[in-house]
Every structure is written in structure tokens, then in C-alpha cells.
């Protein structure tokens, strides 16, 4: 039977990741702040890596996010009794990841990326509000998830019909 003190790491190691570090504590928007910092770290990850690595690597971190934020946003929910907490915005950094894959390294589409992002999080189109329906972390996560798809597919409309 574990004790208190097995279960205590992976509790702090849980809200680490699910508050982003703390970012999810910060007053007025948390998400944005979460979305605006992701933006901010894979810019500065991404300039220092080859080209052809950033499609790749915006995908295994959108997909490394995501996995480990439903188990972490479930431990977070279940210890704050709340069924989405919006202290909990690991799921806004899966999102922004998402909507960022293929994005160029210009400021102009890292700032579509994020308000398309934010703007589809913040309405949830259909069928992303069905999507919070889905039991704890997974719930948590995938409305966001699905934001940073729709939010990803029109940055790449976007981008192929302004290259012309």
C-alpha cells in the first residue's frame, strides 16, 4: 500500500506540469499566458535547430504534451475536486503546440498561430465543447487539442493561398 510520502512526488510533479510551471497560478487569462509563453519557447527552441527538424519535432512535442498532460491534468483535477481547473493549462500548451506545426518562423504567422489558437479554445466550435465531455484528463485535454487542429488547418489554408 503506498504512503503519503510515495504519492506526494508524483503529486508535485503533476501540478508542475499541469499549471505549466506555475504559469497556471498567474491572474487575468492563464491560458493566454500559457499559449503566449509555448509560442515564445518554441520560437526560441525551433531558431536553434535545423529546418528540416521543426515539422517533426512541433509534432512529437504536440503529441509528448498531450500524453503527459492527461494523466497530470487527472491528478490535478481529482486533488482540487474540480472537473476542469483553469489553473490546469498544460492542455492550452498541447493546443498552441498543435496549431504551431508547419508554422515558418515568422513573427507574422507565430501571432496567426496563436489567435487562431486562442480564438477556437476560447468559442470551441463544434464539436470541441462535446470533447470536454470525455472522462478527467482526457476531457481537460482534448477540447484544447482539437482548437490546436482546427487553429493548425487554417494557419495551413492560410499559408498556401498566401504564398501565391
Not at 512535442?61 to 491534468?73: D, Q, R
Not at 493549462?89 to 496549431?99: F, K, L, N, P, S
Request: glycine share 8%; aromatic share 12%; hydrophobic share 55%.
Amino acid at each position: 500500500m503506498p504512503t503519503a510520502s510515495d504519492t506526494v512526488p508524483k503529486s508535485r510533479f503533476s501540478w508542475l506540469i499541469a499549471t505549466f510551471f506555475g504559469i497556471g497560478h498567474l491572474p487575468f487569462g492563464p491560458g493566454t499566458w500559457a499559449s503566449a509563453v509555448t509560442v515564445l519557447l518554441w520560437w526560441i527552441a525551433a531558431r536553434a535547430m535545423p529546418s528540416a527538424w521543426l515539422l517533426p519535432v512541433a509534432a512529437l512535442l504536440s503529441a509528448a504534451i498531450t500524453l503527459i498532460g492527461i494523466p497530470t491534468s487527472t491528478v490535478v483535477a481529482r486533488a482540487s475536486g474540480r472537473k476542469d481547473p483553469g489553473f490546469v493549462v498544460i492542455d492550452e500548451v498541447a493546443g498552441q503546440m498543435m496549431a504551431l506545426i508547419g508554422a515558418p518562423l515568422n513573427w507574422k504567422y507565430l501571432l496567426a498561430g496563436f489567435i487562431l489558437f486562442r480564438s477556437f479554445d476560447i468559442a470551441k466550435p463544434f464539436p470541441l465543447r462535446r470533447l470536454e465531455e470525455l472522462p478527467e484528463g482526457t476531457g481537460i485535454m482534448m477540447d484544447d487539442v482539437g482548437a490546436g487542429l482546427y487553429a493548425l488547418v487554417l494557419l495551413q489554408v492560410f499559408r498556401h493561398f498566401m504564398a501565391r
